[in-house]
């Protein structure tokens, strides 16, 4: 199982964290690489690195966006 954004998935072997986030984009707001903070595991990873990621089987990833402040 892989938790991404508190939504759970079955785990696939070689699945991307790029590919499982077009499957969450499909029924939940919309989450991108470009201007986020990708949290794996409770470690943040950049958002680059974070696209080619492979996902492994009981990871709990966060994709959370940045907000700029005034």
Same mark, same amino acid.
């Given at each position: 199982m =892989?938790? +991404?954004n508190g939504v759970e998935y079955e785990y696939r072997p070689e699945l991307s964290?790029?590919?499982l986030v077009d499957v969450y984009n499909l029924t939940h707001a919309? =989450?991108?690489f470009d201007s986020c =903070?990708?949290?794996i595991n409770n470690? /943040?990873?950049p958002a680059q690195? /974070?696209?080619g990621w +492979?996902?492994?089987d *009981?990871? *709990?990833i966060v994709i959370v966006p940045i907000l700029d402040g005034g």
């Open positions: =892989v938790r +991404l964290l790029a590919e919309k =989450v991108e =903070v990708v949290v470690t /943040a990873i690195k /974070a696209q +492979l996902v492994s *009981n990871e *709990n």
